[in-house]
C-alpha cells in the first residue's frame, strides 16, 4: 500500500517538475532518486537525476495543511522569495498555493565543534548581519520570540511544568570538560 502512494505521489511530484524543466521532459521517473519524505510541519522531498540536467536537483516542499505556521501564507512566501532573492534561503523555482520548488542544498547540518572554527563563525556572522538588514513586506511587528511565545507558549509552559519530574534538578557543569567534549 506504501508502495503505490509513494509512486503516486513521486509521478505528481515528477510531472509538476517537468512542466518547471524542459531537460526533465525527456526523461523519466526513473531517472531519478526521491528521498523519503520529511519534515515537522510540512512534506518536503529531495529529488536527484541520475543523468545529466538543470537542475540536477531540486526540494519539493508541500506547504498544505501547516496549521502551526508563524506567518500567514502570503507573509511566508514573500519572506522567503526575498530571502532566495538576496541568496539567504535556496533559490525558488515555483510557488503556489500547494507547494513551493527549490534549488537542492547538499550538506550536513552544523555540529558543535565546528563552532569553533574561526572561519564558520565569520561566515554565520555574515548571513546574520545580511538577513538583519533585509525588511520583508507583511512581517508582523513583535519579532519572532514574541510569535513563537504567542503561538506556543501557553502549551509548552504546561507540558513543561506537568513533566517537571523528568528533568534532572540542578547540577554543576565543568566547563572545561564541556568544551573538550564538544570540539571532539
Same mark, same amino acid.
Given at each position: 500500500m506504501r508502495t503505490s502512494y509513494s509512486t503516486q505521489v513521486? #509521478?505528481?511530484i515528477f510531472r509538476q517538475c517537468q512542466k518547471l524543466f524542459p531537460e526533465w521532459t525527456e526523461l523519466s521517473v526513473a531517472d531519478f532518486d526521491f528521498d523519503d519524505p520529511k519534515g515537522f510541519s510540512s512534506f518536503t522531498m529531495g529529488i536527484r537525476s541520475r543523468r545529466p540536467a538543470k537542475p540536477a536537483a531540486v526540494l519539493y516542499r508541500r506547504l498544505e495543511g501547516k496549521d502551526n505556521a508563524i506567518l500567514d501564507y502570503a507573509t511566508e512566501k514573500e519572506v522567503?522569495?526575498?530571502?532566495? #532573492?538576496n541568496d539567504i534561503a535556496a533559490h525558488c523555482y515555483h510557488y503556489d498555493d500547494s507547494c513551493r520548488i527549490e534549488a537542492f542544498y547538499q550538506g550536513r547540518s552544523l555540529r558543535a565543534r565546528d563552532?569553533?572554527?574561526p572561519e564558520n563563525l565569520r561566515q554565520i556572522a555574515d548571513q546574520l548581519y545580511r538577513l538583519h538588514q533585509l525588511s520583508p513586506a507583511g512581517l508582523p511587528r513583535p519579532g519572532l520570540f514574541e510569535l513563537l511565545h504567542e503561538k506556543w507558549g501557553a502549551s509548552c509552559q504546561a507540558r513543561a511544568g506537568a513533566e517537571r519530574n523528568r528533568f534532572p534538578g540542578k547540577r554543576t557543569v565543568d566547563v572545561r570538560r564541556a568544551t573538550r567534549d564538544l570540539q571532539r
Open positions: 513521486k #509521478d505528481q522567503f522569495l526575498t530571502l532566495g #532573492d563552532l569553533f572554527e
